[in-house]
Structures are given as C-alpha cells and as structure tokens.
C-alpha cells in the first residue's frame, strides 16, 4: 500500500534534548510538508520542499531543521531552541502532477517535560 | 488578518440534520480549494475538493464564490459518524512552491 509514515506516533523527550521525528512517503510525490497542530489552532507551516535537497522555511521554522537527501524522506529535527515544541506534528506530500490536495502522515505526538 | 478563516463552532446538530458550514480566504490567487475532516489525535483526511461550478458527493456538496472569496460544506441527512472537525484548505502556487493554508477548523457532533 501507498503512503506515509511517521514515528513513532508517540515521543516522550526531557527538555534541552534534540528530537528527530521521522516522515517517509513510497508515493512518489516531489513535494513534502511539516505541520505542527496545537489545540484550538489550524495547521501550522514549519518546512516543506519541493525537491530532492531544496527546502523553504515556513511560517515557524525557528527551533526547527530538516533535510531532504532523499525523495521519499523528509525527517524533522526539533531542536532545544524551540521554546514549546509540545505539540501534535504532521507530515505531508503532494505530487506535483496531481489535483493539488494534501496527503497526511498520521502524525507524531510530541511530548517535551 | 489570517489567510483563511472558518467559525470554530461547535456545531451540536441531531441525525438527519442539515449542517453548513462557512469559510473565507484573505488572498484572491488563491487556485485551489479543499475540505478536510480530522477526527480525534488522527491526521486531516480529503473530504472533497472544491470548484467553483460546485461539485457533490453523495450527502455532501462544496461550494466555490471566488468573488466573495468565500467557499462552503453542506451536509444533509447528517449521521452520527459525520462527528468530527471540518478544515477549510487552500492553496496557492507561489514562485517556492505549493503553499497551503488551513483554517482553524469547525468542530461538528451529530447526536442521536
């Protein structure tokens, strides 16, 4: 079956600890997203990339990196930096030759103490 | 002033019921229009694309007003699984790529 996969579904981290959260895709998309979900707010942009080895900040990329060295990865680190990295984080693609809808990983449950 | 905007509801309707909901974007390149549901801790799902002759699927119609930049989600004969949060998505081809932008969402419970 196709599709993406994050994990683990739940992480549990002390805080000043680096976290790596893990997204691949066997869809064959070019194109791939990190969210972050908190409650009461709509999906928010940290990274996406359209290609291989090319990656864009989004809208909360402080505390945050990632890299694309491969088409089907996409790994997002969370970094000490990031001041309230508890949050619920989505991983997502697009194939550039499809109708333009979003496909969602089942995201990462991220819990820092 | 955010980029797309959506009443959070909730919205507590009995089965069989007839629900609509609303959604306005601030950007008029935005191209293409989407609802998503998301149940409980799970990931957002494509409920339905949206264009702008409107477009049907079984129980549920979408909507597309590109000038009143306006895009809705009617749901008839409304059953106890449609519970769930509606987002309202949207997207825009910028010269980095695809960009999308969520709504808050509307929260949905059909009761018995």
């Known amino acids: 079956d196709g599709g993406i996969t994050q994990s683990p579904k739940y992480l549990f981290r002390k805080e000043g600890q680096n976290v790596t959260l893990s997204c691949e895709q066997n869809?064959?998309?070019?194109?791939m997203y990190w969210y972050r979900q908190d409650p009461g707010q709509g999906l928010r942009l940290i990274y996406y990339?359209?290609?291989?080895?090319?990656?864009q900040k989004g809208d909360i990329a402080e505390g945050y990196s990632v890299s694309r060295e491969k088409k089907e990865s996409f790994p997002l680190t969370v970094t000490s930096a990031q001041k309230n990295p508890t949050a619920f984080y989505l991983c997502?693609?697009?194939?550039?030759?499809?109708?333009?809808?979003?496909?969602f990983g089942p995201g990462t449950r991220l819990t820092v103490t | 002033r955010k980029e797309v905007e959506q009443d959070p509801g909730p919205f507590n309707v009995p089965e069989g019921a007839t629900v609509a909901f609303n959604c306005t974007y601030s950007?008029?390149?935005?191209?293409?229009f989407f609802w998503y549901r998301q149940d409980c801790r799970k990931e957002p799902k494509l409920l339905m694309s949206v264009y702008s002759s409107g477009n049907e699927d079984g129980r549920f119609t979408a909507q597309l007003n590109r000038a009143s930049q306006y895009i809705s989600l009617l749901i008839r004969d409304s059953k106890l699984s449609d519970s769930a949060t509606y987002l309202c998505v949207v997207n825009m081809q910028t010269n980095t790529g695809n960009q999308f932008y969520f709504g808050t969402g509307t929260s949905l419970t059909v009761i018995p």
């Open positions: 990339s359209q290609i291989v080895n090319d990656f």
């Open positions: 869809l064959n998309h070019d194109a």
């Open positions: 997502a693609s697009i194939s550039r030759a499809g109708g333009g809808e979003q496909y």
């Open positions: 950007n008029s390149a935005s191209q293409s």
